[in-house]
């Protein structure tokens, strides 16, 4: 059951860096409104909102890794019990 547990928390962590970053990148790189999209224009190019970009990209890859992999495991589970240790 550690093992659920552990996965769990790698997926809720990789979500919620993604959910973070995400608000920051768009309160601070890409803000609402017309003077958000003139912002935007020069701020997205900036080497703080690249790196945004690139750690939304790693954290989605791993939290739907987690996710798949989860799922994957609870199929495999369905399919062979007893084969669960």
């Keep these: ?9 790698s997926a809720m962590i990789a979500y919620t860096t993604h959910y973070g970053v995400a608000k920051l990148y768009n309160h601070y790189c890409v803000p609402d409104g017309l003077l958000g999209y003139i912002h935007g224009l020069v701020s997205s190019g ?3 909102c690249q790196a945004g970009i690139s750690l939304l990209g790693s954290t989605q890859v791993s939290y739907s890794t987690a996710v ?4 994957s495991r609870l199929v495999l589970d369905w399919f062979t019990p007893g084969a669960a240790s």
């Design 1 to 9: 059951m550690e093992f659920l547990a552990k996965g769990v928390l």
């Design 46 to 48: 900036s080497p703080v």
């Design 68 to 71: 798949s992999m989860g799922v």
